[in-house]
Each structure stands twice: as structure tokens, then as C-alpha cells.
């Protein structure tokens, strides 16, 4: 290992935050503060992307690491997040100059950005301008979104948090709708325009006996004669049903579900919101069946109520490794989990790859965890995702309320 | 005390289930199991009223207490709820002559029900007319409802767990927001169609720092003008701004907002939906905010995931009380908590009184909890619910699941 390079840290939110972004925060700046000869300063980026373009940093040293322990219990980008698009430099090279300048004021020489695969194509952009202009910068890429869509990579954190707050609060709707002896159909709508990992989390809530009836992802064509064929028997039969379904469901053309202006029921009345509530309303008019509608919106993405431990100590992990490996001298690299299943337990090994091979693509659910019926998951897929969330429950509430990190 | 008259006991859920209604079915199994000489059986009825009316009863016996323990963990009704109306027996006999053969036959002598101010009208007449017709029964009200709506009760079994997923998603919903530099509007719809109480409780997040901007309960009359110049002037300010309101508000008229067919943005449109959806609305035609809607839904009621630890004790101590006092010849009561603030601590003494005066009546949040502008809650408010939640989190889940109770 050769010698790193003696300068500053900066750290970066991105994107949608997960319940555990912050934890990896936190996993950067403790493993950072273990190299004092090395790194003098750590940064944050005050929103992003937009901190760094417009010098607005946040001196970490002014928080105690009592203090920032407390991240790991924060919803939100406790740092501030973005949604900046930086153009090629080839095409725009105003606000690479910008952020090089930023860069040499305040002498950072280890860049760690945490995002899905849009922000991964943000650093890789920079770590390629930073070497065209001679800047000698460390750029590695933390892992992040609840879609779990970034390839070769396991699981992404802040997935298991996600899937063990659907979980959960499929099983409340399932049996709050049990309480009577007939239910209604129930559908929710769970995130996930082009992906269906997080709808197939709701699949674990068979674990205590209170499954979904029907599942829909992405990635299967959803016919509307089908769904309500599968949804009348289902109720017919048991006087209660429960669907949930992604929000990013697709016809046999590649039409969004939710965007179909001729999604009509039989009254030819166009139905309109959000996909559970489409469905629901055209269920209503089709069968006179009560229904209703659910969206988990952010509190799946937020979640951090009921989060996975897991989730939180992979997530320090992560963070604690990208900057190992950023003064260890990598540069344009993400960091990866791999699952080692040696003896039937889950253990997860920490790697990295060029950060080209995830910016701006996106891993599916494979369709062999999808039934030939496309209307749900099969029974392989809690192999996969129980681990994730099998943990005790170890949050930590001051007087019953989150007991968060503030600026 | 006289002695007790032998006989077997029969519990029963009625309405939505709040998280603790099991947990109130725990304290009276618990309970009427120390009292061998005096009960012989101990039934629950499957589906409420409708399990009394067909003779649909399950036998508690074949449960074990440490199976039964996992009733405090278990959201919706485990031995089945109803929304059965009963006609007053002066208008139609038929129902009370079932429930009377059904508790003869049964040798039925005490009776439990668990809910809300329509389930202790219920109660009432089973009462009265077993008295008519010399049937030697006890029946005792056991309250339950997030709605925490009952006169002569400081607060009702299943308030607190709702306020405390409240609190919490608020400021989940707060930080998502504030990880932006410009954020949205955020309109969140809490449950309670003619009491505030439930949408107060959202003030609670102030106490992480992460508190709504504004408050709208159905107690104040809801004036969309002023609350459309609301929004505009923090929005302007912080460019953010987060709303809780009740899904009961109503204009001057007493007209629910979620019904009015007249409530037009300024192009004339009419906007649908709940509340949140067409509050959102308006102001995005009106200012062009970006806004985001959230309903709460049943996830507050059913809150299984981050429940109050003291709202458990508590339902599970009613239920116990109730049962001692049915034995002890009390009949046609409720059970009511009063507080008792001596040396500034919490204490919650458990008494009784005559369900008359709580069947089918409300009890509203007290004006003095609304702020002169009506769009806010005022600390005092603080004082009354912090207690409720102000617990250490001890939820037991099992590998990430809710570990239920299922019959």
C-alpha cells in the first residue's frame, strides 16, 4: 500500500434519502477521523452537489461523535440532498470549474458521494475531469437507494429498512381487514417505477401468516382482464383480498398503468391518481366490491421506525470502506456487497468495481422470482430477502420520538 | 364485597381495532384465569355481536398465556370486530332474545365489550334488557378508539400508539423535505372526523425539532382563504412548509371539506378526493408549489410498529380491571383513566362509571388547545400528550416480523 496522500475529506448526499443514508455518513466520518496524519479536515457537502459548486461546506469537527452517532437514528439527508444533473464536460465545463476550485481551496483530496446510479455518474464524471486537469482527487461512490436497482451489488442500503417497514404494514392492513368476517379488496402501492424489489419485499409478511393474495412488479405485463378475473375469484372465494402492487406496473405496450388516460372502467368512466387508486376505483365499479386504496409514499423510503439493523450496520460499513479504500488510493470505484452463504449464514463481503459498470443502469427483479401467472413472487425470493431484515429490533427513541441529528 | 356469582365469562372487540384492543383482550384472559373457583370457561366472541348473535364462540382455553402474550403485539381484531347496529329491544326483540339464549346456554354471566362510544351504547341495552327479563348478568365497557373521543376518560386505550406513529411520520416527512435546499408542500390527512385529537398529537414532533408549520383541526372552523394565505406566506419564507389536518375540517357552514363539490382553485376546477389530495391541489393551481399529499390512513390506527409501550400496560390493565370489576357486581359501567398529577409525574388512576354517560357522546379537544388564529395547537397541549408517548421503545419482533397472535 503506498503512501495516501495528506488531505482533506469530503463527504456528499444524493438523491432520494434512504433511512440509512445517514448512517453511512456517519461510517465515513468515524473511520475518517482515525487518520489524523492523513486527514485534517472533513467536509460535508451542504445539499450536494450544489454545496460543492457553491463553497457551502460544513466543518464536521463542530459535532462530537456522541452527537453523530445520533445519524444513525435520522431519516431525511441530514447534510442536505440534491437532485443537480451535471452536464458532460465536453458539452459544459463551468461547473467542473467550479467544483475543482472548491476542491483546491479547501484541499480535499478524497471525494465520497453517496447515491443511486444517477449520482454514481455524477462522481465518475468528476474523477474524469479531476485526472484531464491534473487534480489528484479519490472519488469513491457509497451505495445507496431503497429501488435496489444498482447491479453487482447484493442489496443496496436502505433496502432491508424498506422492505421491513412493507412488510410490516402489509401485515397491519392484512389483519386490520381480517377483523371482520368480510373485508374489503385492499390495495397498495408500493414504489418502484421500472424495478420490483420493494414489491416483492411485501411477500415476507407470509412469514407470520399474513400474505398478500396478489403481487404485481414491473417486470411482468400487467393485463387489467387478469387482474380482475384473479381479484374476483380471490374475493368470491374468501370475502377478502389483498394486492399489492408497484407503482410502476406496464401494460403489454410498455404503457404506465398509472399514466393511462384510457384506463377506463365499464361505465367508460377514465379513472384517475395514483395506480392503487385506479384500480380500486374500477374494482368498485366492476364488482360493487368495498375497496380500499393505500400508498406507502415516503414513509417506506423514510423508514426509520422500524428499521433494519442490518440495514444501519451495513450501511456504517459502507461508509467506514469507501473512505479506506479512497486513501488507500482508489479512485472512480463504488463500493460493493456480496453475499458469501459458506455454512448457510448470511455473511456480506465488502468489494469494489469501476463505478461505469453501475452509473445510470439498472438491475431488475429476475424473473425466476416471478410466477408463470405474473401475479406473484415465488417462495425463492424470501432466501433472499429475510436475512435482510432478521434482526432484533434495536431502536433507539428519546421520550417515544426520534432521537435525530441536527445540524 | 358480596360473593361472586359463578358463572363463565365471554370478551368481545367491536369496531376499528386500534393497536391495543388484543392487548386489552390479554388483560382480561390474563385475569379472569386467576379465578378458577368462580369461572369455569372463558370465551371470546368470534366477530363481536355477530358471534353472540350465532352462537360463534371461541373457546379461550385452548390457548396458552405465553401464546396469548403475543396479543400485545398483534394489530387489528384477533378474535374477529363488527359494526353491528342493534335495534333499540323496544322496536325488535329478535337480536336480544339470540344473545340472551346464546348467554344462558353458555352459562354466560359476565361480559366484556371492547370499543368505542357506539359499541358502550350496545352494551347498555344488552344490559338493560337482561335486567327486564331476570337474567342475572354483568357487563362492563372496556374503551378503545385512536379517536380518544369519550367524555369522563383522559384518554382512551390505542390514543397514544396512534399519536406516536403520528409524531413520528410527521417528522420523517418533515426531515425527507428539509434534505432539499427547495422543498414542497406537504399536506398530511390524519384520521378524526369530529375531533381534533389525533391531528393535535402531530405537535408532539416540535419536540425533535421537527414540528408542521400548520395545524387545522375539526373543532375550528377551517376558512380556506386564510389558510391559502397561510401556506403562501411560509412557503415564501422557508420554502418549505408541512400541514397536518384533520380529515373532518369544515367551513363556516359546517360543510366537511373532503364533501364540498363548490371547492374550486381559481380556474373554476373542482378538486377530489380526501382532504390532503384536494388541499394539494388548490395550491398547486394557485401558487404552483410543488406540493405532496399524504393520508395517514389506517397505518396510525393499526400501529403495530413503533406503539406506545404505556398505551399497552395501560389497555392491558383495563382489561383487567374490567374483569375484577364485573366479578365484584358492577355492571352496565365503562372503565375511565383519570390522571393523577401529584409530584408532576404520571400516574393513571383506574375507576368506573355508568356507561350512560358515555354511550354514543363525544368528547372534542378543548378550545383552549387551538391558538387564536386557528391554525395552530398550543404547548399546553404538550403537557397532556407527551406522557402518553414518552416510553422506551420494547416491541418484540420475530426476525424482523410482527410476531402475532392468529387464532
Redesign the interface.
Known amino acids: 500500500m503506498k503512501q495516501a496522500l495528506i488531505g482533506n475529506v469530503i463527504y456528499g ?1 444524493s438523491g ?2 434512504t433511512s440509512v443514508i445517514n448512517s453511512s455518513a456517519y461510517g465515513v466520518i468515524k473511520e475518517a477521523r482515525k487518520y489524523p496524519s492523513i486527514i485534517n479536515k472533513i467536509y460535508a457537502m451542504h ?1 450536494g452537489l ?1 454545496g460543492l459548486l457553491n463553497e457551502d461546506l460544513i466543518d464536521l469537527d463542530n459535532y462530537s461523535l456522541e452527537e453523530l452517532k445520533k445519524l444513525t437514528n ?5 447534510f ?4 443537480y444533473k451535471l452536464a458532460h464536460y465536453s458539452k459544459d465545463e463551468a461547473d467542473y470549474i467550479k467544483i475543482i476550485n472548491t476542491l483546491k481551496k479547501f484541499n480535499i483530496r478524497y471525494l465520497l458521494y453517496n447515491g443511486g446510479n444517477d449520482s454514481m455518474d455524477t462522481i465518475h464524471k468528476i474523477s474524469e475531469y479531476a485526472k484531464k486537469v491534473g487534480y489528484e482527487l479519490y472519488c469513491v461512490g457509497i451505495p445507496k437507494t431503497i429501488d435496489n436497482d444498482l447491479p453487482f451489488i447484493d442489496h443496496t442500503a436502505g433496502y432491508a429498512s424498506a422492505i ?2 412493507i ?3 402489509v ?11 368480510v373485508g374489503r379488496v385492499n390495495i397498495v402501492e408500493i414504489m418502484g417505477r421500472n424495478a420490483g424489489w420493494l414489491t416483492a419485499g411485501s411477500l ?2 407470509k ?4 400474505a398478500p393474495d396478489l403481487i404485481y412488479v414491473p417486470e411482468a405485463v400487467f393485463n387489467i382482464q387478469n387482474f380482475l378475473n384473479d381479484v374476483h375469484k380471490i374475493y368470491e372465494k374468501n370475502k377478502h383480498c389483498l394486492v399489492c402492487v408497484s407503482e410502476g406496473i406496464k401494460d403489454e405496450n410498455g404503457n404506465f398503468i398509472f399514466e393511462m388516460s384510457d384506463l377506463k372502467d365499464k361505465f367508460g368512466h377514465t379513472q384517475l ?1 395514483g395506480v392503487a387508486n385506479r384500480l380500486s376505483k374500477i374494482i368498485e365499479k366492476e364488482f360493487g366490491y368495498k375497496t ?1 386504496a ?2 406507502l ?3 417506506q ?6 428499521p ?1 439493523s442490518i440495514d444501519i450496520k451495513e450501511a456504517i460499513k459502507v461508509g467506514e470502506i469507501a473512505l479506506k479504500k479512497a486513501l488507500q488510493g482508489e479512485n472512480d470505484k463504488i463500493i460493493t456487497l456480496k453475499r458469501n452463504k459458506a455454512n448457510g449464514k448470511y455473511r456480506i463481503k465488502y468489494d469494489l468495481i469501476d463505478i461505469s459498470l453501475v452509473a445510470n443502469k439498472e438491475k431488475y427483479l429476475p424473473l425466476t422470482y416471478i410466477n408463470s401467472n405474473l401475479n406473484y413472487i415465488n417462495d425463492s425470493f424470501l432466501d433472499y430477502a ?1 436475512p435482510l ?5 434495536n ?10 441529528f ?1 445540524l
Not at 435520522?74 to 441530514?78: L, N, R, V, Y
Not at 442536505?80 to 437532485?83: A, K, M, V, Y
Open positions: 448526499q432520494g434519502p445539499f450544489e435520522t431519516p431525511g439527508a441530514a442536505g440532498s440534491n437532485r421491513k417497514f412488510a410490516n404494514a401485515s397491519e392492513i392484512y389483519l386490520d381487514d381480517h377483523s371482520y368476517k415476507l409478511s412469514l407470520n401468516g399474513t391518481g380500499r393505500f400508498e409514499s415516503l414513509l423510503r423514510a423508514n426509520s421506525i422500524v433494519s429475510l431484515i432478521k434482526d432484533k429490533d431502536k433507539l427513541f428519546k421520550d417515544g420520538l426520534l432521537d435525530i441536527k
